[in-house]
């Protein structure tokens, strides 16, 4: 098993980073406090920096402390330490429908940082009211990258995706209600989008939509 | 059973002119021609017009014969004779996101003309080319109801809803695949729409959403 | 991205009383009272009047003091302030199948009032006592319009919508249990229901119904 | 085993008569018009009578010409021989909401004639035209037991629950489309009626309902 | 609307038991404590007995004092008081699938007793172990009809109809967990039973049954 | 690639028989008639012994010639040639619930007997008729592994799970209608079944079952 | 009812372990502590040994001091009494995909264990970094049964099942979001598992895998 | 409308190569051979080339006579004509699971090399012998882009996104049964899929994935 490391509960890939150009990053969701701690410290000493997403207040508590620097972000519950010595080309724009989108657009905005990448933020540009996307038409072009995050029916992404040249990539949120099946009519429909060039993510899989772009920006970063 | 007439294999709704301020509409779809020849000349007696939406080709060579003047439309797949004696006030714009849309389109469009409103065509305008659709907002807006027949994930109608100071009634289409669910995600989609003031039929029924817009500019036409 | 105003977490509508003849309305779900607290308060400054759709008492007792005269109604969720200078032809007949439905009933004939309609309140007709609804039977055919909320089946918007000859507009409920699936099967079943003339909202959206009839009574009110 | 009787590729239930009050009756969808035939045999060799349900043309053409007297129905497809040397007493009243339910009924219809019931059949009496309904009030409640097949949202059942004082035997039917979800939405919405003392059966089972009318019967002739 | 009294909030069905031979049965849930004490106090004003299902221990504060021997039964969730002048001939038999399934089956058990049945309580008879179902075919062929409640699979319905020549009503329900999905897997499961003469009830839905029941061996006592 | 052999379309697993005890078993569904006879043409060569599933008239037209001894089974749609040189001890018990059931149960027996398995038939037991089943019980109590084969709610085998102390495999078969959902709601079922030791295997999958079923007894002759 | 002894609120199987080898599990979920503590003493009676799954910490509370020597496993949720007093031959590898799929993992060798057999715990092996699986690959090889244990798409088990010679058991888990469905698209996602070999059981159901896993290991012990 | 041209039926996007690289795309699904030779027609001779995917065999009899040079090719439905002038850096790898999802992973090739890429096809190394895939890591890891096609569970992307440092872009495929629900499976298996830096595309939708490749590619041509 030469690459991982076998810390009992869990068996860590410290070869990710020579394998995909990044170090493991947490994901926090059902893990504990304790495990997220030495998981965290772990991947610290090898790497020199560490990434927790879907993070609590008590994995904060228990990081922290431990590693002045550190920060844990409440919107987009990430805990980050240490930054990419490489800095990515090219910019990432992060785009929102409502306000409710933020922190799952926080999520991904915040992962491609860690990874080294420019973001741009352009929120609440939802398409009942089409001029506000409009107006940033030419923001969003020069963007290498177009990370769109949305609920409901999440046509945000097709608008955009015949609008740019560049890779754009959907994040469906569980924004909304009824029909709305806690996301799922978003996903299916962002899947059916009339746009093409748009690929789709998790239900608020922000972190997914952020490390795509990374891979992206570092394929232009390493050539072909 | 007053208003109620038996026919032996269904009991024809002779009252709804008086009810509704139209006859009864016939629903082809599971009718044998038989039944659909009998409804129809009935209805034809008692009203000097009628209408039958899913009709198939079996059925226009029944009843076209005998009643010259009908005519089968193969695209919206109605058969109508005789028209409304009123014309009603304002204009209904039937707008389709693609080509595909189009028969359904036409069945909302030839039921509002039979129930006496003019119509605006609006076809293949949707939102992954937004400039399409923009450049026909002042005829959009110019419309009283406006009719959004759209499949895949149905952004059309989120977009008008937004642009708009009039009812905007929208149409799934069950036009897409794999994720499309046969229109079912489109229909929940545009039930999730981030727009106000649009309402939804069942997926392809483009009559109904012709028959509410009639209704619509049949209580302008009476006053409230 | 003119007639938008840039209140940094969100970009403000304040175009849309031009485009569509009513405020931009806040939809508190998802919310944090901060963000209603700062969107309501330019709302009031821009419009002199502002409504707030599923507010909490926690944002009710954010805005009420700020705002004397503005209103919280626990029932429906609505916080409103002022009211609209146009009062709107006509009546819009608000029906529930049973007394679990009220408040999404509420919602909607809130909305409508706050945007100048005038409403007639018909509770408790559920079709399993049929002679309560053909009681009333006369009072809903005068009203211009027909809001029916219903959970379960959602019988009774097929029933009225063979009763009367204006537009019907369903609002299914998520009352009921197993079978019902949160609403679903109503939204389902008023979809397939076999009335014409009858379309549907989200499941609870009386909001959505509310602002539909008053776009409908709008366009009365100015002509085609 | 006792009370079965080992056709090779097939257990007879020959004892059913004994147990249930009826002998097994065949269901025909997915078997071989041999297996028919020779169950069908061994059947009208046991007990004098058979029936067949879901029964094809193909069935019908083996079966007919070997017992003089058997009928093939092509609107319920219902092959039976025999009847119930029985005749058990009051009526069971069958309704339709639409012509196209009628095929379902009749098997509910036939199913239930040759287990011994006499029935009266109520077709096309849907609610979107509730006063069909209404105006066969009486005689619906002179029925011991009702039975209400419809399609879409099945309202009918709502309704007619509310104005009995008798068992009422619910069949969903596959008719409708988009929504209607091969006649699911109907299912799940007849579940969750606001009727009380209605009960369902599968989609289109009108044999299952027919069978349970008689069942019902059966325990009246029988005495508790 | 005559047979129908205003509460305000509501409209009392005071004529539900001259049309079906039982006053109106409170449905508890999502009634505030209020609504359900002044329904219940006029119900009782008017029938002398009173029976509300899927109550709350609130709603038994409320009520209990103000009515002398009216009962709030814990598992069932049953408030009753009063009873049936008349007794129904012959007997209801319970049976549960297991021990979790008790509340479901004694909601069922408690509503038709009140209506005047005697019931047969047969728990935890599941087909695991069939021989404990098998030793009690014969208390089970006594009964008039059977109410068969069960989660998971449903399988003790398939089984039971086969054993019985009564009508058998199936009530799914929600125990279970992962492809149980809450229950609608057993109603599905239950609505495609290889057996004949079985027809369900919604998820839960005790009181259905008991009513189904009650109606049934009305329908005995009254003949037809 | 080690242990594969690239036939240009395809990468065949020769080493299959190395690592599993058996020779890569052919799918035949949506692969070409050319590519099942020249996947087949290699097996033989390498392994004296090959099995096709989900075989058509075509395929077997192709490859029966040119193998002679090979043999296609209409019923199980298996293709097969040469057989086990190992007898598998013990004895599999493949049960249906009814006689549609029965292409499937042949899969599952033809697959096992091509692997070495001895197959015990026990068709038609389906829990309706209990008696049918419990009159094989020690038959079936005598088998090593038990097959069972069901649609509808696929009670067979929660009660054959509560029988044997040997472990059940669980086919759900996509017979039924309605409700049944094309076997899903029969694989559901299974899978909430209310018997321990059961496990299951996809819909009609009964290559799956009968493979797990000789896997199981190869463990037994090759001893822990 | 011989073998089932009536506690009043449940039929004991005490015959279980004579028709299956071991003695009745409980299943804790949904039921009272009273009647976990009244089942547990019954069963210690009769068999000397005992086992919950699904038990709470309340459970546990009544259970173990009256059971010295009873352990309560706050990981696998398992209340655990005595021991069987036949060791299995052979070993049960338990593989997880994640850290978070462990608690289930437990269940599985915990029920196991009690059953006699060995266990081989192998954790957090999932296919994003298929090194950690594939080094782990003899020791695999080496178990008589697999049970793979895997949130999300479940592919653990597909690389799994092409791996051994061993029959492979599939425990989907709840872990993960969005479109996981709570477990329900990884119980599909094994279910239509490209490998051969792979049965599943219910989502979470450690218990049910490692029930069926010790059912192989006691056949390999009795022989054929 | 700058940009766009009204075909009457349609209205074709001229200006697309404008804004995003490449040529508007004809989707053949649901078009008429009539429509389809119009719009080929005006593609050509606006930009030179064209690209019609989901194409029948109708079409192909239209257009290719039409345009000497233009090509269809059968197993992934695309009629192409003229080829990208620029040749996009690096490489796609394009892998399937199986030969069943040659087609869809063909479509994702020919669109991905008429927009200017080279591609890298590595087909049938799905994860049920899981050395074929591993034995082409090197290959994998080469290609600057890595398109997975697979049916069933899907794995084969999780396998291989933990494998690269490149972005994976996942393309479910309809092959499957039963449980595989035409896809919609392996769908949501991919989308909630371990591994990072995989994005998912609409079931059978190699059109998609292809596309977004080259839209990476050119972002590396053109720079950021």
Chains 1, 2, 3, 4, 5, 6, 7, 8 share one sequence.
């Not at 879907?54 to 402390?65: F, K, N, Q, W």
């Not at 987009?76 to 990432?92: C, D, M, N, T, Y």
């Not at 926080?106 to 929120?123: H, K, L, P, Q, S």
């Not at 469906?172 to 059916?192: E, F, H, K, R, V």
Request: with cysteine; glycine share 12%.
């Amino acid at each position: 098993m030469s690459g991982f490391e076998d810390l009992g509960f869990c068996k860590l890939d410290v070869d990710r980073y020579e394998r995909t150009g990044h170090p493991e990053i947490v994901f926090g969701l059902g893990k504990t406090a304790d495990h997220v701690e030495a998981i965290f410290s772990r991947l610290v000493e090898v790497h020199g920096r560490a990434l927790v997403t879907r993070a609590t207040a008590e994995m904060a508590e228990r990081v922290l402390p431990k590693f002045p620097g550190a920060k844990f972000d409440e919107v987009s519950r990430l805990i980050s330490f240490g930054e990419s010595a490489r800095r990515l080309p090219g910019k990432v724009a992060v785009l929102t429908g409502g306000t409710s989108d933020i922190p799952v657009a926080e999520e991904a905005a915040g992962t491609a940082e860690w990874m080294g990448c420019e973001v741009d933020r352009i929120y609440d540009v939802g398409v009942a009211g089409i001029d506000r996307l409009l107006s940033h038409k030419d923001r969003i072009r020069e963007a290498s990258v177009v990370i769109g995050v949305a609920g409901m029916e999440g046509a945000l992404v097709s608008v955009v995706g015949g609008l740019v040249r560049r890779p754009v990539i959907a994040v469906p949120t569980s924004i909304g209600y009824g029909a709305n099946l806690q996301g799922l009519t978003t996903l299916l429909a962002m899947m059916t989008s009339c746009a093409s060039g748009v690929t789709v993510v998790n239900i608020d899989n922000g972190f997914g939509a952020g490390f795509q772009a990374a891979m992206i920006l570092q394929l232009v970063a390493e050539g072909v």
